[in-house]
């Protein structure tokens, strides 16, 4: 296996080089666990952890690697390896982290196309298909949808379904296909090209792992075990969650999300609803919520039924929550610089004391 067949470009040698990292391994990340990494290079696949150094210089989340980094590591005869720096990456995909306040949580890096995943059943639900096309828009990650499961219902309802996101969302593909039957499989493989990498999003119970499996050509890549032993002798069996597909395009696997925040999300929701956004320019006032002011050409649009209601809605609700994170975060952040003050006060006068100690 070649670097190139996992996504390596030109991009990223020409930093390793001016970087010197050429006496290290040069990595992808393939899957996380508690900080455990598995790291795919050309010789194989190491376990690996990240330097103290890293670790220490990591300000939050976002400087830990995720599935789909790129990592220079050093390696170790007792099979475990070090990462020692994260290559620049070039998209990140990322939500508001689950019950913590503020803080920003990587799904995945360097990441070409997302395929959001949503099954034409009961659960299906454009609102939800518009949250993830939001983090899709605001990480530089381009849409494509997957229906999934359209074994379960007729063709008619497929067709309604399609015209019904249509009328929300332009210019995204979109894929129709069954597990079961495989129909829209050849569509799907079609789709997906060498050298690029993919990562499926959508809720839990929608497909993912069954169309990850299935295009990958094994059906038990999930839970077979990856290292048989560690330094400590331990078994270790963890999640597969990046494969190479046959005709080159690489594949990433991503947890079901039961929540989907929309982090801060710069520019995320105004391309998702670019023609509110359009619309919202003609309002008479400039801080207008749409929600309930005079002159609002936002809410006169939904009136004349130009704007889609439930839209509207998803779109309101999305910017109030995005303008919640934002406080949040800024709330942290003011919280960290000034217990940082404290630390550097508390240091300062630590040292005047112990010097004031030596003089006295
Ligand atoms: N009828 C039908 N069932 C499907 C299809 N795809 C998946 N399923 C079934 O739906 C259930 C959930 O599928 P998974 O592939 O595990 O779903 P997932 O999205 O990976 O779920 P998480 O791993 O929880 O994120 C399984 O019982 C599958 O057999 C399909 O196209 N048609
Ligand atoms: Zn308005």
Not at 98 to 112: C, L, M, S, Y
Not at 254 to 281: C, H, Q, Y
Request: aromatic share 6%; glycine share 8%; hydrophobic share 35%.
């Amino acid at each position: 296996m070649k670097l190139e067949d996992l996504g390596y470009n030109e991009r990223l040698e020409k930093f390793s080089l001016e970087n010197k990292l050429i006496d290290f391994e040069i990595g992808r990340v393939i899957s996380e666990h508690k900080e455990r990494y598995i790291v795919k290079t050309e010789k194989g696949e190491f376990e690996a952890e990240i330097t103290g150094n890293l670790r220490f210089s990591a300000s939050g989340r976002e400087d830990f690697p995720a599935v789909g980094d790129w990592v220079a590591l050093t390696q170790y005869d007792d099979g475990l390896s070090l990462i020692h720096k994260i290559l620049p990456r070039f998209s990140v995909i990322s939500r508001k982290a689950v019950g913590q306040h503020g803080e920003k949580q990587i799904i995945a890096a360097n990441i070409d196309y997302a395929l959001l995943v949503q099954a034409v059943d009961r659960d299906f639900n454009i609102n939800r298909l518009e949250r993830y096309l939001t983090i899709c828009n605001a990480s530089k990650v381009s849409p494509i949808i997957i229906l999934s499961k359209i074994d379960l219902v007729n063709a008619d309802r497929v067709s309604e379904i399609m015209e019904n996101i249509k009328a929300r969302i332009q210019n995204v593909s979109i894929v129709p296909i069954s597990n079961e039957s495989l129909d829209g499989y050849k569509q799907i493989r079609a789709t997906i090209q060498k050298g690029k990498t993919y990562c499926m999003l959508g809720s839990s119970g929608v497909g993912k792992s069954t169309l990850f499996n299935t295009l990958s050509g094994k059906s038990i890549m999930r839970t077979e075990p990856i290292s048989q032993s560690t330094n400590k002798g331990r078994h270790v069996t963890s999640h597969r969650e990046l494969i190479v597909l046959d005709k080159g395009g690489i594949l990433i696997d991503n947890p079901g999300m039961r929540e989907v925040g929309i982090a801060d999300s710069p520019g995320g929701l105004d391309l998702t609803f670019d023609r509110i956004v359009r619309l919202s320019k003609n309002c008479k006032f400039k801080d207008c919520t749409h929600t309930n002011e005079i002159g609002c050409s936002v809410l006169e649009a939904v009136e004349k039924g130009e704007i889609d209601k439930a839209s509207y809605e998803n779109y309101v609700k999305m910017e109030r929550e995005k303008a919640h994170y934002e406080t949040t975060a800024a709330e942290k952040r003011k919280k960290d610089k000034e217990f940082g003050k404290f630390i550097k006060n508390y240091k300062k006068s630590r040292n005047k004391n112990k010097n004031d100690d030596s003089i006295g």
